[in-house]
């Protein structure tokens, strides 16, 4: 009898046991099965183009990163934070910027998911995703593009040189890949946007915080300015410039930035209040040191002397409007320097882009200003050199200075068209990139303030060794291959 | 059971300290058939074959500290209790036989009244203040009747796939039959002062010197300048510093090292006045409990009931914690088969804290060693008002700011524990406990629109709440027989457990009003909420038999299935085997008449450690990413089917002895201990999209020799003495690793990778890992760093050497597991006096210092302060026999490099309580109709020994010491009545 007893509680408990032992998440679930329909990419995607605005990528350090470094900065004081960027005192094992790498990577493995899971759905025939995959092999060529400008020497320096690790799959846990060249990565970048290009060419609509066709034809304009291919970047420019976008009128210029997914915006991250970083983004490194009574804006970066004399060119440059004064004083008066940048606040009015907070503000990757000045570069630099044709589209953008004289096909030059860009696209992350790609050193302003800076002189040269960032040394020390293939210098 | 329980409480047992009743000799209580809790019943101390030690609730007493958790400290041997903080509620850390794991939990499983309860930090402000919240603060110290810790395999196992670190099993009070006892306990306590120097700042004066020297070097150095001019340039750095604090500047020569002469600017009248932060954010704290029982029963009832308050302040203002605690313990007997328990427990605690970590804004303990010059006020000179402003060093002034914000973590559990036993036959006996026990942490975070957190939203507040539920069902059949000198006891059960944590958060920004902190009123709102749990189910069955109780045998087997693993790997097999040899009872040595007691024990067994992740087997795809309003996902862990529970293999051999009369008694153990299938979160490429996976592959050993000791100096009438002393000398080795990888890792306490380790083969669990510091060069100043590999700029002291870190090779420089741990106890009672002493030590091993690279460094222009003793020992050209670096204007990274500069030996001698008492003459308090009063005095932290000056050497369970709030030096007065 007890016996029988005992058997039919251990076959109850049998039976139960397994589920009892199953405990499910609530927030997750199975990645596996995570991506089924057209529905699933999109929330994949969805949660892609989020850790894109992460303050690891271009929600700040990667675009901070283009204009602390390019001179147009300075710092009036040392250890407010993010100062490393700017004294170059970068290493391996501290301040090695490694949020780039892990952050870069994990994104890309996130596209690289989705890539994997749209292929094989779609070779069980399933159909409705060429939008998704488009769009995710175009942040995948332009995630990939940022990270070798960071680890990898200038394609127009040294395409033989190391750049990162090309990773168009996703990989086991046990795998370590070392890094293949820059011009391999370039040749990577390229055939993604081209594939790209063909998904998304049905639908050309502007795509609302996506990177769609116009995005992917303006990323390959980018891509191929930087491989000195200009003759590509016009081409590429020149599509873009005949699409659906157009140029802010200089009058409408400062409100632009105020405005969510304006005429210009041909790729624009959307900040919403879930993404704010609140008094760690963007818009905080660039404010006025206590801005509006704010303890918390610390006056990160300002602009250098040299970015306020080259737009002082013109004092009623209307990109003034988006400058305010800084904290400098002298015997207890302001000098009402206007080194204070307010493009990511909403503008000089600080009201953000109508949003709640003044600091869940769009990022915009990609503006038609940019395409025009391509476009300028390139004409003047193709393999038939089109002086003409390069000051007109530099002069659509020139507008913005009335004061100045419009460029000739005699008198435009690349330094009117770097100075151009310069004016145009303070704080958008380019200043660095440009200047070494042509080659160019870079001066920084270190006597605004006389704030130690030990990682450079005050001068660098293109080929700097600092000037690309050290493999982190958690990935030295997991990753034999890259172990040895770290930057020189470091 | 209870009843025999009872007057095992009233004995007192080798290790323990204060006897409560000083009337009894301690010769009567020593007994050998002393009974105390174990896994799944209650042992005969002369019988059991496992290794345990018994802790009374009178240790408890006097101490004032949240949790039961601090007053074990030193108490048994093999336990080692730190305090990381020393902040009011915070959370101990408990590790019982050494690190057997290094990625899941390190703790001890916590077993009260015989159901496994959820212990750690609780709710998820820490995230948010990182203060931790301890959910063991619920347990009213003074409800505990006896704790067991189980610390080998054949105590332990029977606890399966969670008792490899140990288990602590709790028993709380229970009533006797016979009159109602009342029992009044009221203390009151202050802590005035920190235990120990705490990275004591440098005056002013030297202050504004150093930074001066680094402003002058940098002109020099750094800029090529000139003496004149750099003294000029540094000068007016200085001014424009201070003198918005109504300070200026000046020297008579201009070189580096001038003395620098501070005077008021601008008519400030702060001439020769500097504000003092340490005493403005620094109180005497108080502390204060209540406790009031009563106990009793009659015809077959007995109860305990208790209510209880307690009111413990942190020397730091924003830091308090308190708890009303009451419990109801009532067991009735039906008939003659029927027994019904029932346990309840309401208590609710709040708590508030800030920032224990390295945080420039929020930590004032740091702001006041590291950021707060004298220099600077709480108030604007020129206007008077509150200063408002971050200053220069990034600290905040909190005098202003503590009124914008605050924080308070209120925990409310209910537990209620129901117990059946049907003693279905004399020897047969089936029990069942079902427990439900529910858990509310409430917490709120608020910070105003003027707070520096709050004001980039105008006012942001948090509202938390976790709901941890927790279910347990256990039943239990027990038989046993004796014959003819054979005794067998055998027991076999069933037990599933189900715990599930529901969370929501919901926060509002915008705030209308300081007054009301309510997410209610705000202007925005956002929430998150999701919930997870695990289950598990189990049977068990243990087996013991004696012959004569002379030779003993044991055996337990247990087997787990867990919801924390893969179906394919979550049924895993527990057991031990043990035995004991009562030499004594030998006919050999049974008439030798000093000794009374000599056994030998051994076991053996295997248990086991579930990984600390819900989940960790799963490849997840979450859902937290969203973007633009509209849902993302992404996937957060790869797949790891094959993840297990690591195990643990342990063999224990003990002696324990006895001689005359008891007078002499103690215990020697050696064990070792192989913790197997370590989970290791292996650091993989980051070019994976992740950082590192965990994998089931070191292997961690253990050893170690434990000896308890204790005597009874003088036994005269009325006068006895008693110490009793414990040292466990432990030695632990990482044997094994994933491809034999090093894996360098972090102290993980408060995120801010304070002290850098390696997971070696052959190394400790504990090995610190960073550069070898050679010193200073005499000559320059400048620090010199081994090399430790062919690259030789110079050589310093016959090694290779240089000035450039980055020229050297990181190595192991220490090991924090030390070389032996202990305690000493002793009690001296003299007519109704009583004198209690408990030291607390540490032999070995080093400790690293994770926070004097802040207040001793040399090259950085950041306008902080520094330690008084870098000032003293800094390089200078006038004192060239400096050990401190120079200061330099370069902005240097030594000082923040992980070497040997912040090693220190971690040997200490703590006298960790002081405690005289007086039980009035029993024929004076009867007359007001009290059985007994009796008042005392505690003292806690009054001395520290140690060879590391630089502030508390009793540091966290890293062996690492941050910018968390030190321990203080507390007084506390008390009076115990019972009636």
Redesign the interface.
């Known amino acids: 009898m007890k016996r029988i007893v005992i058997l039919v509680?251990a076959s109850v408990?049998a039976v139960s046991?397994?589920d009892?032992?199953?405990?499910?998440?609530?927030?997750?679930?199975?990645?596996?099965q995570?991506i089924g329909t057209p529905d699933?990419a999109?929330?994949?995607?969805?949660?892609?183009?989020?850790?894109l605005?992460g303050a690891s990528l271009y929600g700040r350090n990667l675009m901070l990163y283009g204009d602390v470094r390019g001179g147009d900065l300075t710092i009036y004081?040392?250890?407010r934070g993010l100062d490393g960027l700017y004294?170059f005192?970068h290493?391996a094992?501290?301040n090695s910027f490694g949020g780039f790498?892990?952050e870069g990577?994990?994104v890309?493995?996130?596209v690289n998911?989705l890539i994997e899971n749209i292929r094989s759905l779609q070779d069980e025939g399933k159909t409705g995703f060429n939008q998704h995959l488009g769009m995710a092999l175009t942040v995948r060529a332009m995630l990939t593009f940022d990270l070798v400008r960071l680890y990898g020497r200038p394609y127009t320096q040294d395409p033989t040189a190391l750049g990162i690790?090309d990773?168009r799959r996703?990989?086991?846990?046990?795998?370590?890949?070392g890094r293949v060249t820059v011009g391999e990565n370039y040749a990577a970048i390229l055939d993604d946007l081209r594939e790209g290009e063909s998904l998304l060419a049905a639908d050309k609509a502007q795509k609302k915080?996506y990177p769609g066709y116009y995005a992917n034809l303006a990323l390959q304009a980018r891509v191929s300015l930087f491989m000195a291919d200009y003759d590509t970047a016009l081409s590429r420019a020149k599509a873009v410039i005949a699409g659906p976008f157009t140029l802010y009128e200089p009058a409408n210029w400062c409100a632009s930035w105020a405005q969510q997914w304006g005429s210009e915006s041909i790729f624009e991250l959307?900040v919403?209040?879930?993404?704010d970083l609140?008094?760690s983004s963007l818009g905080?490194y660039y404010m006025c040191y206590?801005f509006a009574?704010?303890?918390?804006a610390?006056g990160w970066f300002l602009a250098s002397d040299y970015f306020l004399n080259r737009l002082g060119e013109d004092p009623d440059d209307v990109r003034w409007g988006v400058m305010g004064i800084d904290e400098s004083v002298e015997k207890g008066e302001s000098l009402n320097r206007q080194g204070a940048c307010y493009k990511y606040v909403g503008g000089a009015p600080a009201l953000g882009d109508g949003k709640?907070?003044?600091?869940a503000v769009n990022i915009k990757l990609i503006r038609l200003s940019e395409m025009y000045l391509i476009a300028a570069e390139a004409a003047l630099n193709a393999k038939t050199p089109d002086a003409q044709a390069a000051a007109g589209y530099l002069n659509e953008i020139r507008r913005r200075s009335p004061n100045l004289a419009p460029a000739t096909a005699a008198t435009v030059s690349d330094d009117m068209i770097l100075d151009e860009r310069s004016k145009e696209l303070f704080g958008e992350g380019h200043r660095f990139f440009d200047q070494i790609r042509r080659g160019r050193s870079i001066e920084f302003n270190d006597d605004f303030q006389?704030?130690?800076?030990?990682g450079r002189q005050k001068v660098i040269t293109p080929d700097y060794q600092r000037n690309i960032l050290p493999i982190?040394q958690?990935?030295i020390?997991?990753?034999p291959v890259?172990a040895k293939q770290q930057n020189p210098g470091y | 059971m209870k009843r025999l329980l009872l007057t095992v409480a009233l004995a007192t047992e080798g290790i323990l300290c204060l006897a409560q009743n000083p009337t009894k000799t301690l010769a009567d209580t020593l007994s050998l058939d002393e009974v105390f809790v174990v896994a799944y019943g209650t042992a005969k101390k002369s019988s059991y074959s496992g290794s345990a030690s018994v802790v009374r609730s009178e240790v408890l007493q006097g101490v004032p500290a949240a949790s039961f958790e601090g007053a074990l400290g030193g108490r048994v041997a093999g336990l080692q209790v730190t305090t990381p903080s020393g902040q009011a509620g915070s959370m101990p850390q408990m590790r019982i036989r050494g690190i057997g794991s290094m990625n899941a939990s390190n703790e001890p499983l916590y077993v009260i009244d015989g159901v496994p309860v959820n212990s750690g930090d609780g709710g998820q402000m820490s995230d948010y203040t990182y203060s931790t919240n301890n959910l063991l603060n619920n347990l009213n110290p003074d409800d505990i009747e006896s704790i067991s810790v189980l610390k080998d395999a054949a105590a332990s196992s029977l606890y399966g796939s969670r008792a490899a670190n140990g288990v602590i099993l709790i028993t709380t009070k229970t009533g006797k039959e016979g009159r109602p006892t009342v029992r009044l306990n009221m203390s009151v306590g202050i802590t005035p002062s920190w235990a120990t120097r705490n990275y004591e700042a440098a005056g002013v004066q030297e202050q504004v010197n150093m930074l001066y020297t680094v402003f002058h070097d940098?002109?020099v150095t750094?800029?090529g300048k000139s003496e004149a001019d750099a003294n000029v340039?540094a000068l007016n750095?200085l001014n424009s510093k201070f003198n918005k604090h109504g300070y200026q500047f000046s020297t008579t020569e201009t070189g580096a090292y001038a003395p620098v002469t501070i005077s008021e600017y601008d008519h400030s009248g702060r001439e020769g006045r500097y504000f003092d932060w340490d005493d403005a954010y620094f109180r005497t704290a108080v502390y204060q409990t209540y406790d009031l029982s009563v106990s009793g029963g009659q015809n077959g009832t007995t109860y305990y009931a208790s209510l209880s308050y307690t009111d413990d302040q942190g020397r730091l203002r924003m830091n308090a914690f308190n708890r009303y605690s009451g419990r109801v313990n009532v067991n009735q007997r039906i008939g003659k088969l029927f027994e019904l328990g029932t346990n309840v427990t309401v208590s609710r605690t709040s708590r508030s804290g800030y920032n224990d970590s390295r945080n420039t804004g929020s930590n004032l303990f740091m702001q006041t060693r590291n950021l707060l010059w004298g220099l600077y006020w709480p108030t604007d000179y020129k206007t008077g008002e509150e200063w408002?402003?971050?200053y220069?060093s990034?600290a905040?002034n909190a005098l202003y700011y503590d009124h914008e914000w605050d924080n308070q973590a209120t925990t409310l559990r209910t537990a209620i524990t129901e117990t059946a036993q049907l003693h279905l036959l004399p020897s047969l006996n089936i029990k069942s406990i079902f427990s439900y026990d529910h858990t509310t942490s409430a917490e709120s975070l608020y910070y105003g629109a003027n707070h520096?957190?709050g004001?980039?939203?105008n006012g942001r507040i948090h509202e938390f709440r976790t709901l941890y539920a927790k279910m347990v069902s256990s039943t239990t059949v027990d038989w046993h027989w004796s014959h003819e000198g054979h005794g067998l006891a055998l027991l076999a059960g069933?037990e599933?457990e189900?715990n599930t944590t529901d969370f929501t958060r919901s926060t509002g920004?915008?705030l209308p009003t300081s007054t009301l902190h309510t997410v209610g009123t705000a202007?925005?709102l956002?929430a998150n909420g999701?919930?997870?749990?695990?289950?598990?189910?189990s049977i068990l069955s243990k087996a013991d038999y004696n012959w004569e109780e002379r030779y003993f045998l044991s055996a337990s087997w247990r087997r787990d299935?867990?919801?924390r693993l893969s179906?394919d790997t979550?049924w895993g097999n527990f057991w031990s085997v043990s035995g004991a040899w009562r030499l004594n009872r030998e006919s050999f040595l049974e008439n030798v008449g000093w000794l009374n007691n000599l056994r030998l024990r051994a076991s053996y067994g295997i248990n086991g450690t579930l990984p600390s992740d819900?989940?960790g087997y799963?490849?997840?795809?979450?859902?937290?990413?969203?973007?633009?309003?509209?849902?993302?996902?992404?996937?957060?862990s790869?797949?790891n089917n094959s993840l297990t529970w690591e195990s643990n293999h342990t063999l224990n051999l003990g002696l324990d002895f006895g001689f005359w009369g008891n007078r002499l008694r103690g215990t020697v153990e050696y064990y070792n201990r192989v913790s197997e299938n370590l989970l290791q979160d292996?650091?993989?490429?980051?070019?994976?999209?992740?950082?590192s996976?965990l994998r089931n592959l070191g292997r961690i050993r253990n050893s170690g020799i434990e000896v308890e000791l204790g005597g009874d100096i003088i036994r005269t009438g009325n006068l006895l003495w008693d110490a009793t002393a414990n040292i466990s000398f432990l030695s632990s080795r990482v044997t094994d690793l994933y491809n034999g990888a090093?894996i360098?890792w972090y102290d993980p306490t408060g995120s801010d990778d304070r002290a850098q380790f390696i997971y070696r083969e052959g190394e400790s669990p504990l090995a610190f890992y960073g550069y070898e510091w050679a010193g200073v060069d005499p000559q320059n100043g400048k620090t010199v760093w081994y090399t430790n590999n062919d690259n030789a700029p110079f050589t310093f002291n016959g090694r290779n050497a240089s000035y450039d870190y980055?020229d050297a090779d990181e190595v192991v420089i220490g090991n924090a597991v030390p070389f032996a741990t202990g305690g000493l106890s002793t009690t001296l009672r003299w007519n109704g006096f009583d004198f209690g002493a408990h030291f607390l030590f540490k032999l070995g091993g080093k400790l690293y210092d994770g926070a004097y690279k802040d207040v001793a460094d040399d090259g950085?222009?950041?306008?902080r302060i520094r330690a008084q003793s870098y000032y003293d020992d800094m390089w200078t050209p006038t004192h060239t026999d400096g050990t401190q670096p120079a200061l330099s204007?370069?902005?240097l990274?030594d000082s923040?490099?992980y070497s040997t500069r912040h090693l220190h030996n971690a040997t200490f001698l703590r006298l960790k309580n002081l405690s005289l008492g007086y039980t009035l003459p029993r024929a004076l308090t009867r007359r007001v109709c009290i059985q007994r009063a009796r008042v005392y005095t505690t003292a806690s932290n009054l001395f520290t020994l140690s060879s590391y000056h630089e502030a508390d050497p009793e540091v966290n369970a890293f062996g690492t010491r941050g910018w968390e709030t030190p321990l203080g030096k507390s007084f506390v007065f008390g009076i115990e009545l019972q009636f």
């Open positions: 509680i408990l046991c397994n009892f032992l199953d405990m499910q998440p609530t927030r997750s679930a199975n990645a596996s995570a699933d999109q929330v994949a995607l969805n949660g892609i183009m989020r850790s605005t004081s040392a250890g004294s005192n290493s094992t501290s790498w892990s990577f994990f890309l493995m996130q998911n690790p990773v996703t990989l086991s846990a046990e795998e370590t890949l915080g959307g919403d209040s879930e993404a609140t008094t905080y206590h009574g704010l303890t918390t610390m709640e907070t003044r600091t006389d704030v130690p800076v030990s982190p958690s990935e020390h997991a990753n890259i | 940098y002109a750094g800029q340039a750095r408002t402003a971050r220069g990034y905040q520096f957190n004001s980039s939203v069933f599933a189900k920004e915008n202007g925005t956002s999701y919930s997870w749990g695990n289950s598990m189910v299935g867990s919801s179906p979550r819900d989940y799963m490849n997840l795809m979450s859902y937290g990413n969203a973007y633009m309003g509209n849902p993302g996902s992404e996937v957060v790869p797949v292996v650091p993989i490429s980051q070019i994976t999209g992740f950082s996976t090093d360098i980055r950085y222009y950041w306008e204007g370069m902005d990274e923040m490099q």
